[in-house]
Nanobody, 127 residues
């Protein structure tokens, strides 16, 4: 059984920074064998890909909407992936989810390839 648990969400003001963490656990889950992605879903909107990181951190990708403001990293020794968010905007308000993909190379941006999902953490950015 794989479990992904996000943390670090909260209420911040526009321009602030926030770091989300996603801790993975599971007896048969080898974190380093999974590419990791971050998605978000705002009220009334579809879930969208925010960014991702490959198994060995060799590749990272951020969506155009967050490029230059959000950074994704991972620590395979700690089974944790991070989403560092800076210069936050009210339009970044959403529930943020981490997810795991068995993709061998690179980063996937399609949600259907991610088989394991966390429960989400709320990020609210006030203007």
């Amino acid at each position: 059984q794989v479990q992904l648990v996000e943390s670090g969400g909260g209420l911040v003001q526009a321009g602030d920074s926030l770091r989300l963490s996603c801790a993975a656990s599971g007896r048969t889950f080898t974190f380093s064998r999974y590419a990791m992605g971050w998605f978000r879903q705002a009220p009334g909107k579809e879930r969208e890909f925010v960014g991702g990181i490959s198994r060995n951190s060799g590749s990272t990708y951020a969506a155009d909407s967050v490029e230059g403001r959000f950074t994704i990293s991972r620590d395979n020794a700690k089974n944790t992936v991070y989403l560092q968010m800076s210069s936050l905007k009210p339009e970044d308000t959403a529930v943020y989810y981490c997810a795991a993909s068995p993709r061998y190379y690179g980063v996937g941006y399609v949600s259907s390839e991610y088989g394991c999902w966390g429960q989400g953490t709320q990020v609210t950015v006030s203007s």
